[in-house]
Every structure is written in C-alpha cells, then in structure tokens.
C-alpha cells in the first residue's frame, strides 16, 4: 500500500471499510464475519498509516500535541464501544437478543463515522 502514496492508502482503505461495514448489516452470520475481518483489516492498515502521516505532515512544533492526541484517540474508541455495548440485552436473554436491531445500529455507526 505505502508504494501508492500514504493518503492514497487511507482512501482505499476507507473504501474497504465502508464494504466491510456495509456487508456486516446483511442479518447473515457469515456475511457480519466477513465483514468484520474487513473492516478490522481496514482499521489495521490505517492505524499504521495514519501515524508516519501525522509525523510527516504536521508541523515539528504539533507533532508531539497530535501523537499524543493519536494515541489517546485508542483508549477512548474502547470506552465508546463499552458504552455502546450497554444498550444491548443482556447475553442470557436470547429472546431480547433476537428481536433487537441494536446490533446493527452498532455495527452501522462507523459508516457515519466514515462520513465525516
């Protein structure tokens, strides 16, 4: 990917975010697995990506601010994701688990994300 050019790698793999996100919201097993490692993959490369370009673009005088600010970007996207966790049913009541769309909420918000 770093041969074409490190923005050009954060687009295409946006894009394969946005597939992989979009294919998790199809109400099939294999379909939500496929897309997750999809998306995880995606999430993978432009977290490496994501941080030689904040060192290569910024200002010597913002680089240390916006690494730091990077690195925390980590710890708050898991406490956002436990927060989101707790507007699912509990795991022993299956009933609830199954009549409920909040998964796909879930897992359709980072297509807005991808938005913006």
Known sequence: MMKFGRRRALLIQAAFGI???????????????????????????IAVVT???????????????????????????????????SILPADTDTAALKATNNTMIIFGLPLLLYAV
Do not use: Q
């Open 19 to 45: 597939v992989g996100v979009t294919i998790t919201l199809i109400p099939n097993f294999y379909a939500i697995i496929f897309g997750r490692i999809l998306y995880g993959f995606s999430c993978g490369v």
């Open 51 to 85: 941080a030689r370009l904040v060192e290569e673009t910024m200002p010597l005088k913002l680089v240390s601010l916006m690494s730091a600010l990077y690195c925390v970007s980590f710890p708050l996207g898991s406490f956002f994701s436990d927060l989101l966790a």
